[in-house]
């Protein structure tokens, strides 16, 4: 239908709707999509039937039908009765009032029927529904023109014209999808007034017709603008919906897309760890095997080639797994203190080769036995403090464990991973864990980003929380926490040594984390510490010590007479520092009885003058960083010459070689190498 024809060639009307004819179809002519629908017009600006939408707005326009029908039967009453007709025209008043109230049924019960007859067919129900509004809608309006010429203009033609202005205001808002219908009972409810009050050639009735005229002018203007608003806004939450759809849709293929990658990532990945595997083995076989000095040169490139290159593999498995949501914890009971020892004695020789101290502080409540995934846990540990010991140039790394108790049975394990590194600017940190993501583009430093991508993965998988506080130029600390169960059973702790009682021990040149860990070891076994750093020998400790350890001038000897005394072997330059306190300490009056400790590292142990100072002196031994409990207590308690408690043997199988041939094996693997 053509937009001039339903608009009825208005072109002011149609200037008006054009504005939301170009939201509607933007810039096109709204009307184009306008379609007879079920003998009606209707509009649907994509050409296509809605008949949810139309089937809303019938129900709507039913439920809004109901209060119109009972405002014709109250207006009616009121003037047929109190108003006084039924005095003047008895029989009239009875045949109006029959009509009225004989249509007003009929269209109940039409609107009762609504679910029923608009089921089995909605353009039967529509066209009814429209031609009893219509039929209500002409003899409403022949009765106010009969008010008109029978009274005049009463109280009873004003209560009558009330009740049509009202009616024509809801219509044009409940059927605002049907523009046609919406003109058909404006033009039904005002013209036949308009004429009639035309035709009395009368000022007032003249002034009153042109004011209605304008009145009608307005809603058929608005009417058009709310078709076209309706029609518009119904446009927009299709293409809404489709869009939805459409992105619905979209995103199940990224999905499926993704699974497929990561079913793939995951099976090639396994199949790479197998030839891996293989070449270790043999560059394992290798190794044992006589080499020339440049063949084990490239042995070894070649081994720490294979296992880097291993580690990548897992750190891709382990984050296809977390990013599929496929990854498996094993649950169990573990000590955390064991889980933390194992790290730091992977990684101490790592750090020391570096010239960095890896020391680890534990709370003395942490429990012993504990529930949760420690292959996981160590996994986390390991990616953190590598990533400490890879971006720190001096200084130390230090990991330390702490654990609250929320509620009796559950634990809160907390770990802090500080380094003296050179820090994050606020916007690397909201980056950090981001997959392939490096701490600095440094391509002297090895990675691919994925190590704290994995973490933060892990952590989350086991309910936990992971996060760094970093500061530039003052070094990072990377942290997370994990929920534990804590088992009703626990093992004892080590406890302390009759003979550790009131004893007191010197601890020299030692960094802040190796100092915490020997205070808060030392003190559950009931040892009293002093701290003193490697410039201090015995001398200044004699003349200055006593102040800086808590102890004044006027106090006797034996508050300054330690029981053992420990020294750290820094790296660089100033290693052999601490043989020389070492020396002095022993040709010292005051110093001399007492045991000395000192503390190296792997490679330092071995040096010629660390051999060679231990060879000639002996009241020194020597332990090996990093420190650990167990260690420490077997270390202090040897340096007093006290003997430990040997654990009780463990039955072991004889030896026996077979000298008899015949014997089968079965080797159950799938790879030829193996």
């Avoid at 035309?198 to 003249?206: D, K, M, R, Y």
């Avoid at 190794?287 to 593999?313: F, G, H, K, N």
């Avoid at 790592?350 to 846990?377: F, M, T």
């Avoid at 009780?648 to 070689?657: H, L, R």
Wanted: glycine fraction near 8%; hydrophobic fraction near 45%.
């Amino acid at each position: 239908m053509d937009s001039s024809i339903l608009l009825g060639g208005d072109s002011k009307i149609q200037r008006t709707f054009e504005p939301a004819s170009r939201v509607l179809c933007d810039g096109n002519d709204a009307l184009s999509g306008l379609n007879k629908e079920d003998g009606m017009v209707t509009a649907n600006p994509m050409g296509a039937k809605n008949r949810k939408v139309l089937k809303l707005i019938d129900h709507d326009a039913m439920k809004a039908s109901m209060v119109e029908i009972l405002g014709y039967i109250v207006v009616a009453a009121w003037i047929l009765s109190p108003g006084g007709f039924y005095e003047r025209s008895p029989v009239v008043a009875i045949v109006i009032g029959a009509i009225i109230i004989l249509t007003a049924l009929v269209r109940i019960s039409l609107n009762l029927m609504f679910d029923t007859m608009y089921g089995g067919g909605p353009l039967r129900w529509r066209r009814l529904f429209f031609f009893l509004s219509c039929f209500q809608a002409a003899g409403w309006s022949a009765f106010s023109v009969f008010l008109f010429y029978y009274e005049g203009l009463s109280i009873n033609l004003f209560s009558a014209w009330l009740l049509t202005l009202g009616i024509c205001s809801a219509t044009i808002i409940h059927t605002a999808a049907y523009l046609y219908i919406n003109r058909i009972l404006v033009s039904l409810f005002l013209l036949p007034t308009v004429l009639a009050l035309v035709a009395s050639l009368e000022p007032t009735n003249l002034f009153m017709a042109m004011g209605i005229l304008v009145f009608y002018m307005f809603l058929i203007r608005h009417a058009a603008y709310l078709f076209a608003t309706f029609w518009a806004h119904e446009n927009n939450q299709r293409q809404l919906r489709k869009k939805i759809i459409d992105l619905e849709k979209a995103h199940t293929k990224e999905d499926e897309s993704v699974v497929v990658k990561q079913q793939f990532l995951q099976t090639i990945t396994h199949e790479i760890r197998t030839p891996m595997n293989n070449i270790l083995g043999m560059l394992s076989m290798l190794e044992d095997s006589e080499l020339s000095i440049p063949q084990r040169e490239y042995q070894s490139v070649a081994t720490s080639a294979s296992e880097s290159l291993l580690d990548l593999i897992d750190d891709i498995l382990d984050f296809s797994k977390i990013s599929s949501g496929t990854i498996f914890l094993e649950i169990h009971f573990f000590n955390v203190r064991h889980v933390i020892r194992e790290c730091v004695e992977m990684l101490g020789p790592v750090a020391h080769e570096k010239g960095l101290e890896l020391s680890y502080v534990c709370e003395p409540h942490i429990p012993l036995r504990v529930k949760g995934d420690s292959k996981r846990l160590k996994q986390i540990l390991v990616n953190l403090v590598s990533n400490a010991i890879k971006y720190s140039l001096e200084g130390e790394v230090i990991i330390e464990v702490f654990m609250t108790f929320p509620e009796p049975g559950q634990g809160i394990l907390r770990v802090h991973v500080r380094d003296d590194g050179p820090g994050l600017a606020l916007d690397r940190q909201e980056q950090v864990f981001e997959a392939f993501n490096r701490l600095e583009e440094n391509n002297d430093i090895n990675g691919t980003g994925l190590g704290l991508a994995v973490s933060r993965g892990l952590v989350g998988s086991m309910g936990g929380e992971i996060g760094v506080y970093s500061r530039e130029g003052r070094g990072s600390t990377f942290w997370f926490t994990l929920p534990m169960k804590i088992s009703t059973q626990q093992k004892e702790s080590l406890g302390a040594h009759p003979s550790m009682e009131g004893k007191r021990v010197l601890l020299v040149g030692a960094t802040k984390g190796m100092a915490r860990f020997f205070q808060v070891e030392l003190k559950e076994w009931g040892i009293e510490m002093d701290v003193i750093a490697d410039d201090m020998g015995p001398l200044e400790l004699d003349e200055q010590g006593l102040q800086q350890n808590g102890l004044d001038e006027g106090d006797t000897p034996a508050l300054a007479t330690y029981a053992l005394i420990i020294f750290n072997m820094k790296f660089g330059t100033k290693s052999m520092r601490c043989l020389t306190l070492s020396e002095q300490f022993s040709g010292h009056e005051r110093y001399h009885d007492a045991p000395q400790i000192i503390l190296t590292s792997l490679a330092q142990r071995g040096m010629v003058e660390t051999v060679e100072y231990g060879s000639k002196s002996q009241n020194v031994s020597f332990q090996t960083k990093p420190v650990f409990r167990k260690s420490l207590y077997e270390g202090i308690l040897s340096a007093w010459n006290i003997e430990l408690e040997k654990p009780a043997s463990v039955a072991k199988f004889p030896e026996k070689q077979l000298t008899e041939t015949g014997y089968a094996i079965l080797l159950v693997e799938d790879n030829n190498v193996n």
